[in-house]
């Protein structure tokens, strides 16, 4: 079964850290994308970070932060669990959001942020930072 799986949401103060994760199972690609996305409430879902992905990925090294979460969240992956994840440190409380993991077949510099690209998604994650 194709499938992302998020967990490590949770309710936190502002200054707090949270730590994301996502299983992947039932696909693999040769050179693809993981991401990091979030949606607020009345908000458009939007790109956190991403980072290239696949056992022939053409970058180690290339990941992607969105200006709001640059120096406070880091992407990594382990590519012997399968399993993407995000450190949040500093968290603000408008970091509050669902947060998604998503994949997609290409590379990131290919796909770049629009969620359209990406074409396996996780249930989601709730993550509250109160002020």
């Known amino acids: 079964q194709v499938q992302l799986v998020e967990s490590g949401g949770g309710s936190v103060q502002a200054g707090e850290s949270l730590r994301l994760s996502c299983v992947a199972s039932g696909f693999t690609y040769r050179r693809g994308c993981m991401g990091w996305f979030r949606q607020a409430p009345g908000k458009e879902r939007e790109a956190v970070a991403n980072?290239?992905?696949?056992?022939?990925?053409?970058?180690?090294?290339?990941?992607y932060y969105a200006d709001s979460v640059k120096g406070r969240f880091t992407i990594s992956q382990d590519n012997a669990k399968n399993t993407l994840y995000l450190q949040m440190s500093s968290l603000k409380a408008e970091d509050t959001a669902i947060y998604y993991c998503a994949a997609a077949p290409n590379p990131c510099t290919v796909v770049g942020l629009t969620p359209y690209a990406y074409n396996i998604w996780g249930q989601g994650t709730q993550v509250t930072v109160s002020s």
């Open positions: 980072v290239d992905s696949g056992y022939a990925r053409i970058s180690t090294t290339y990941t």
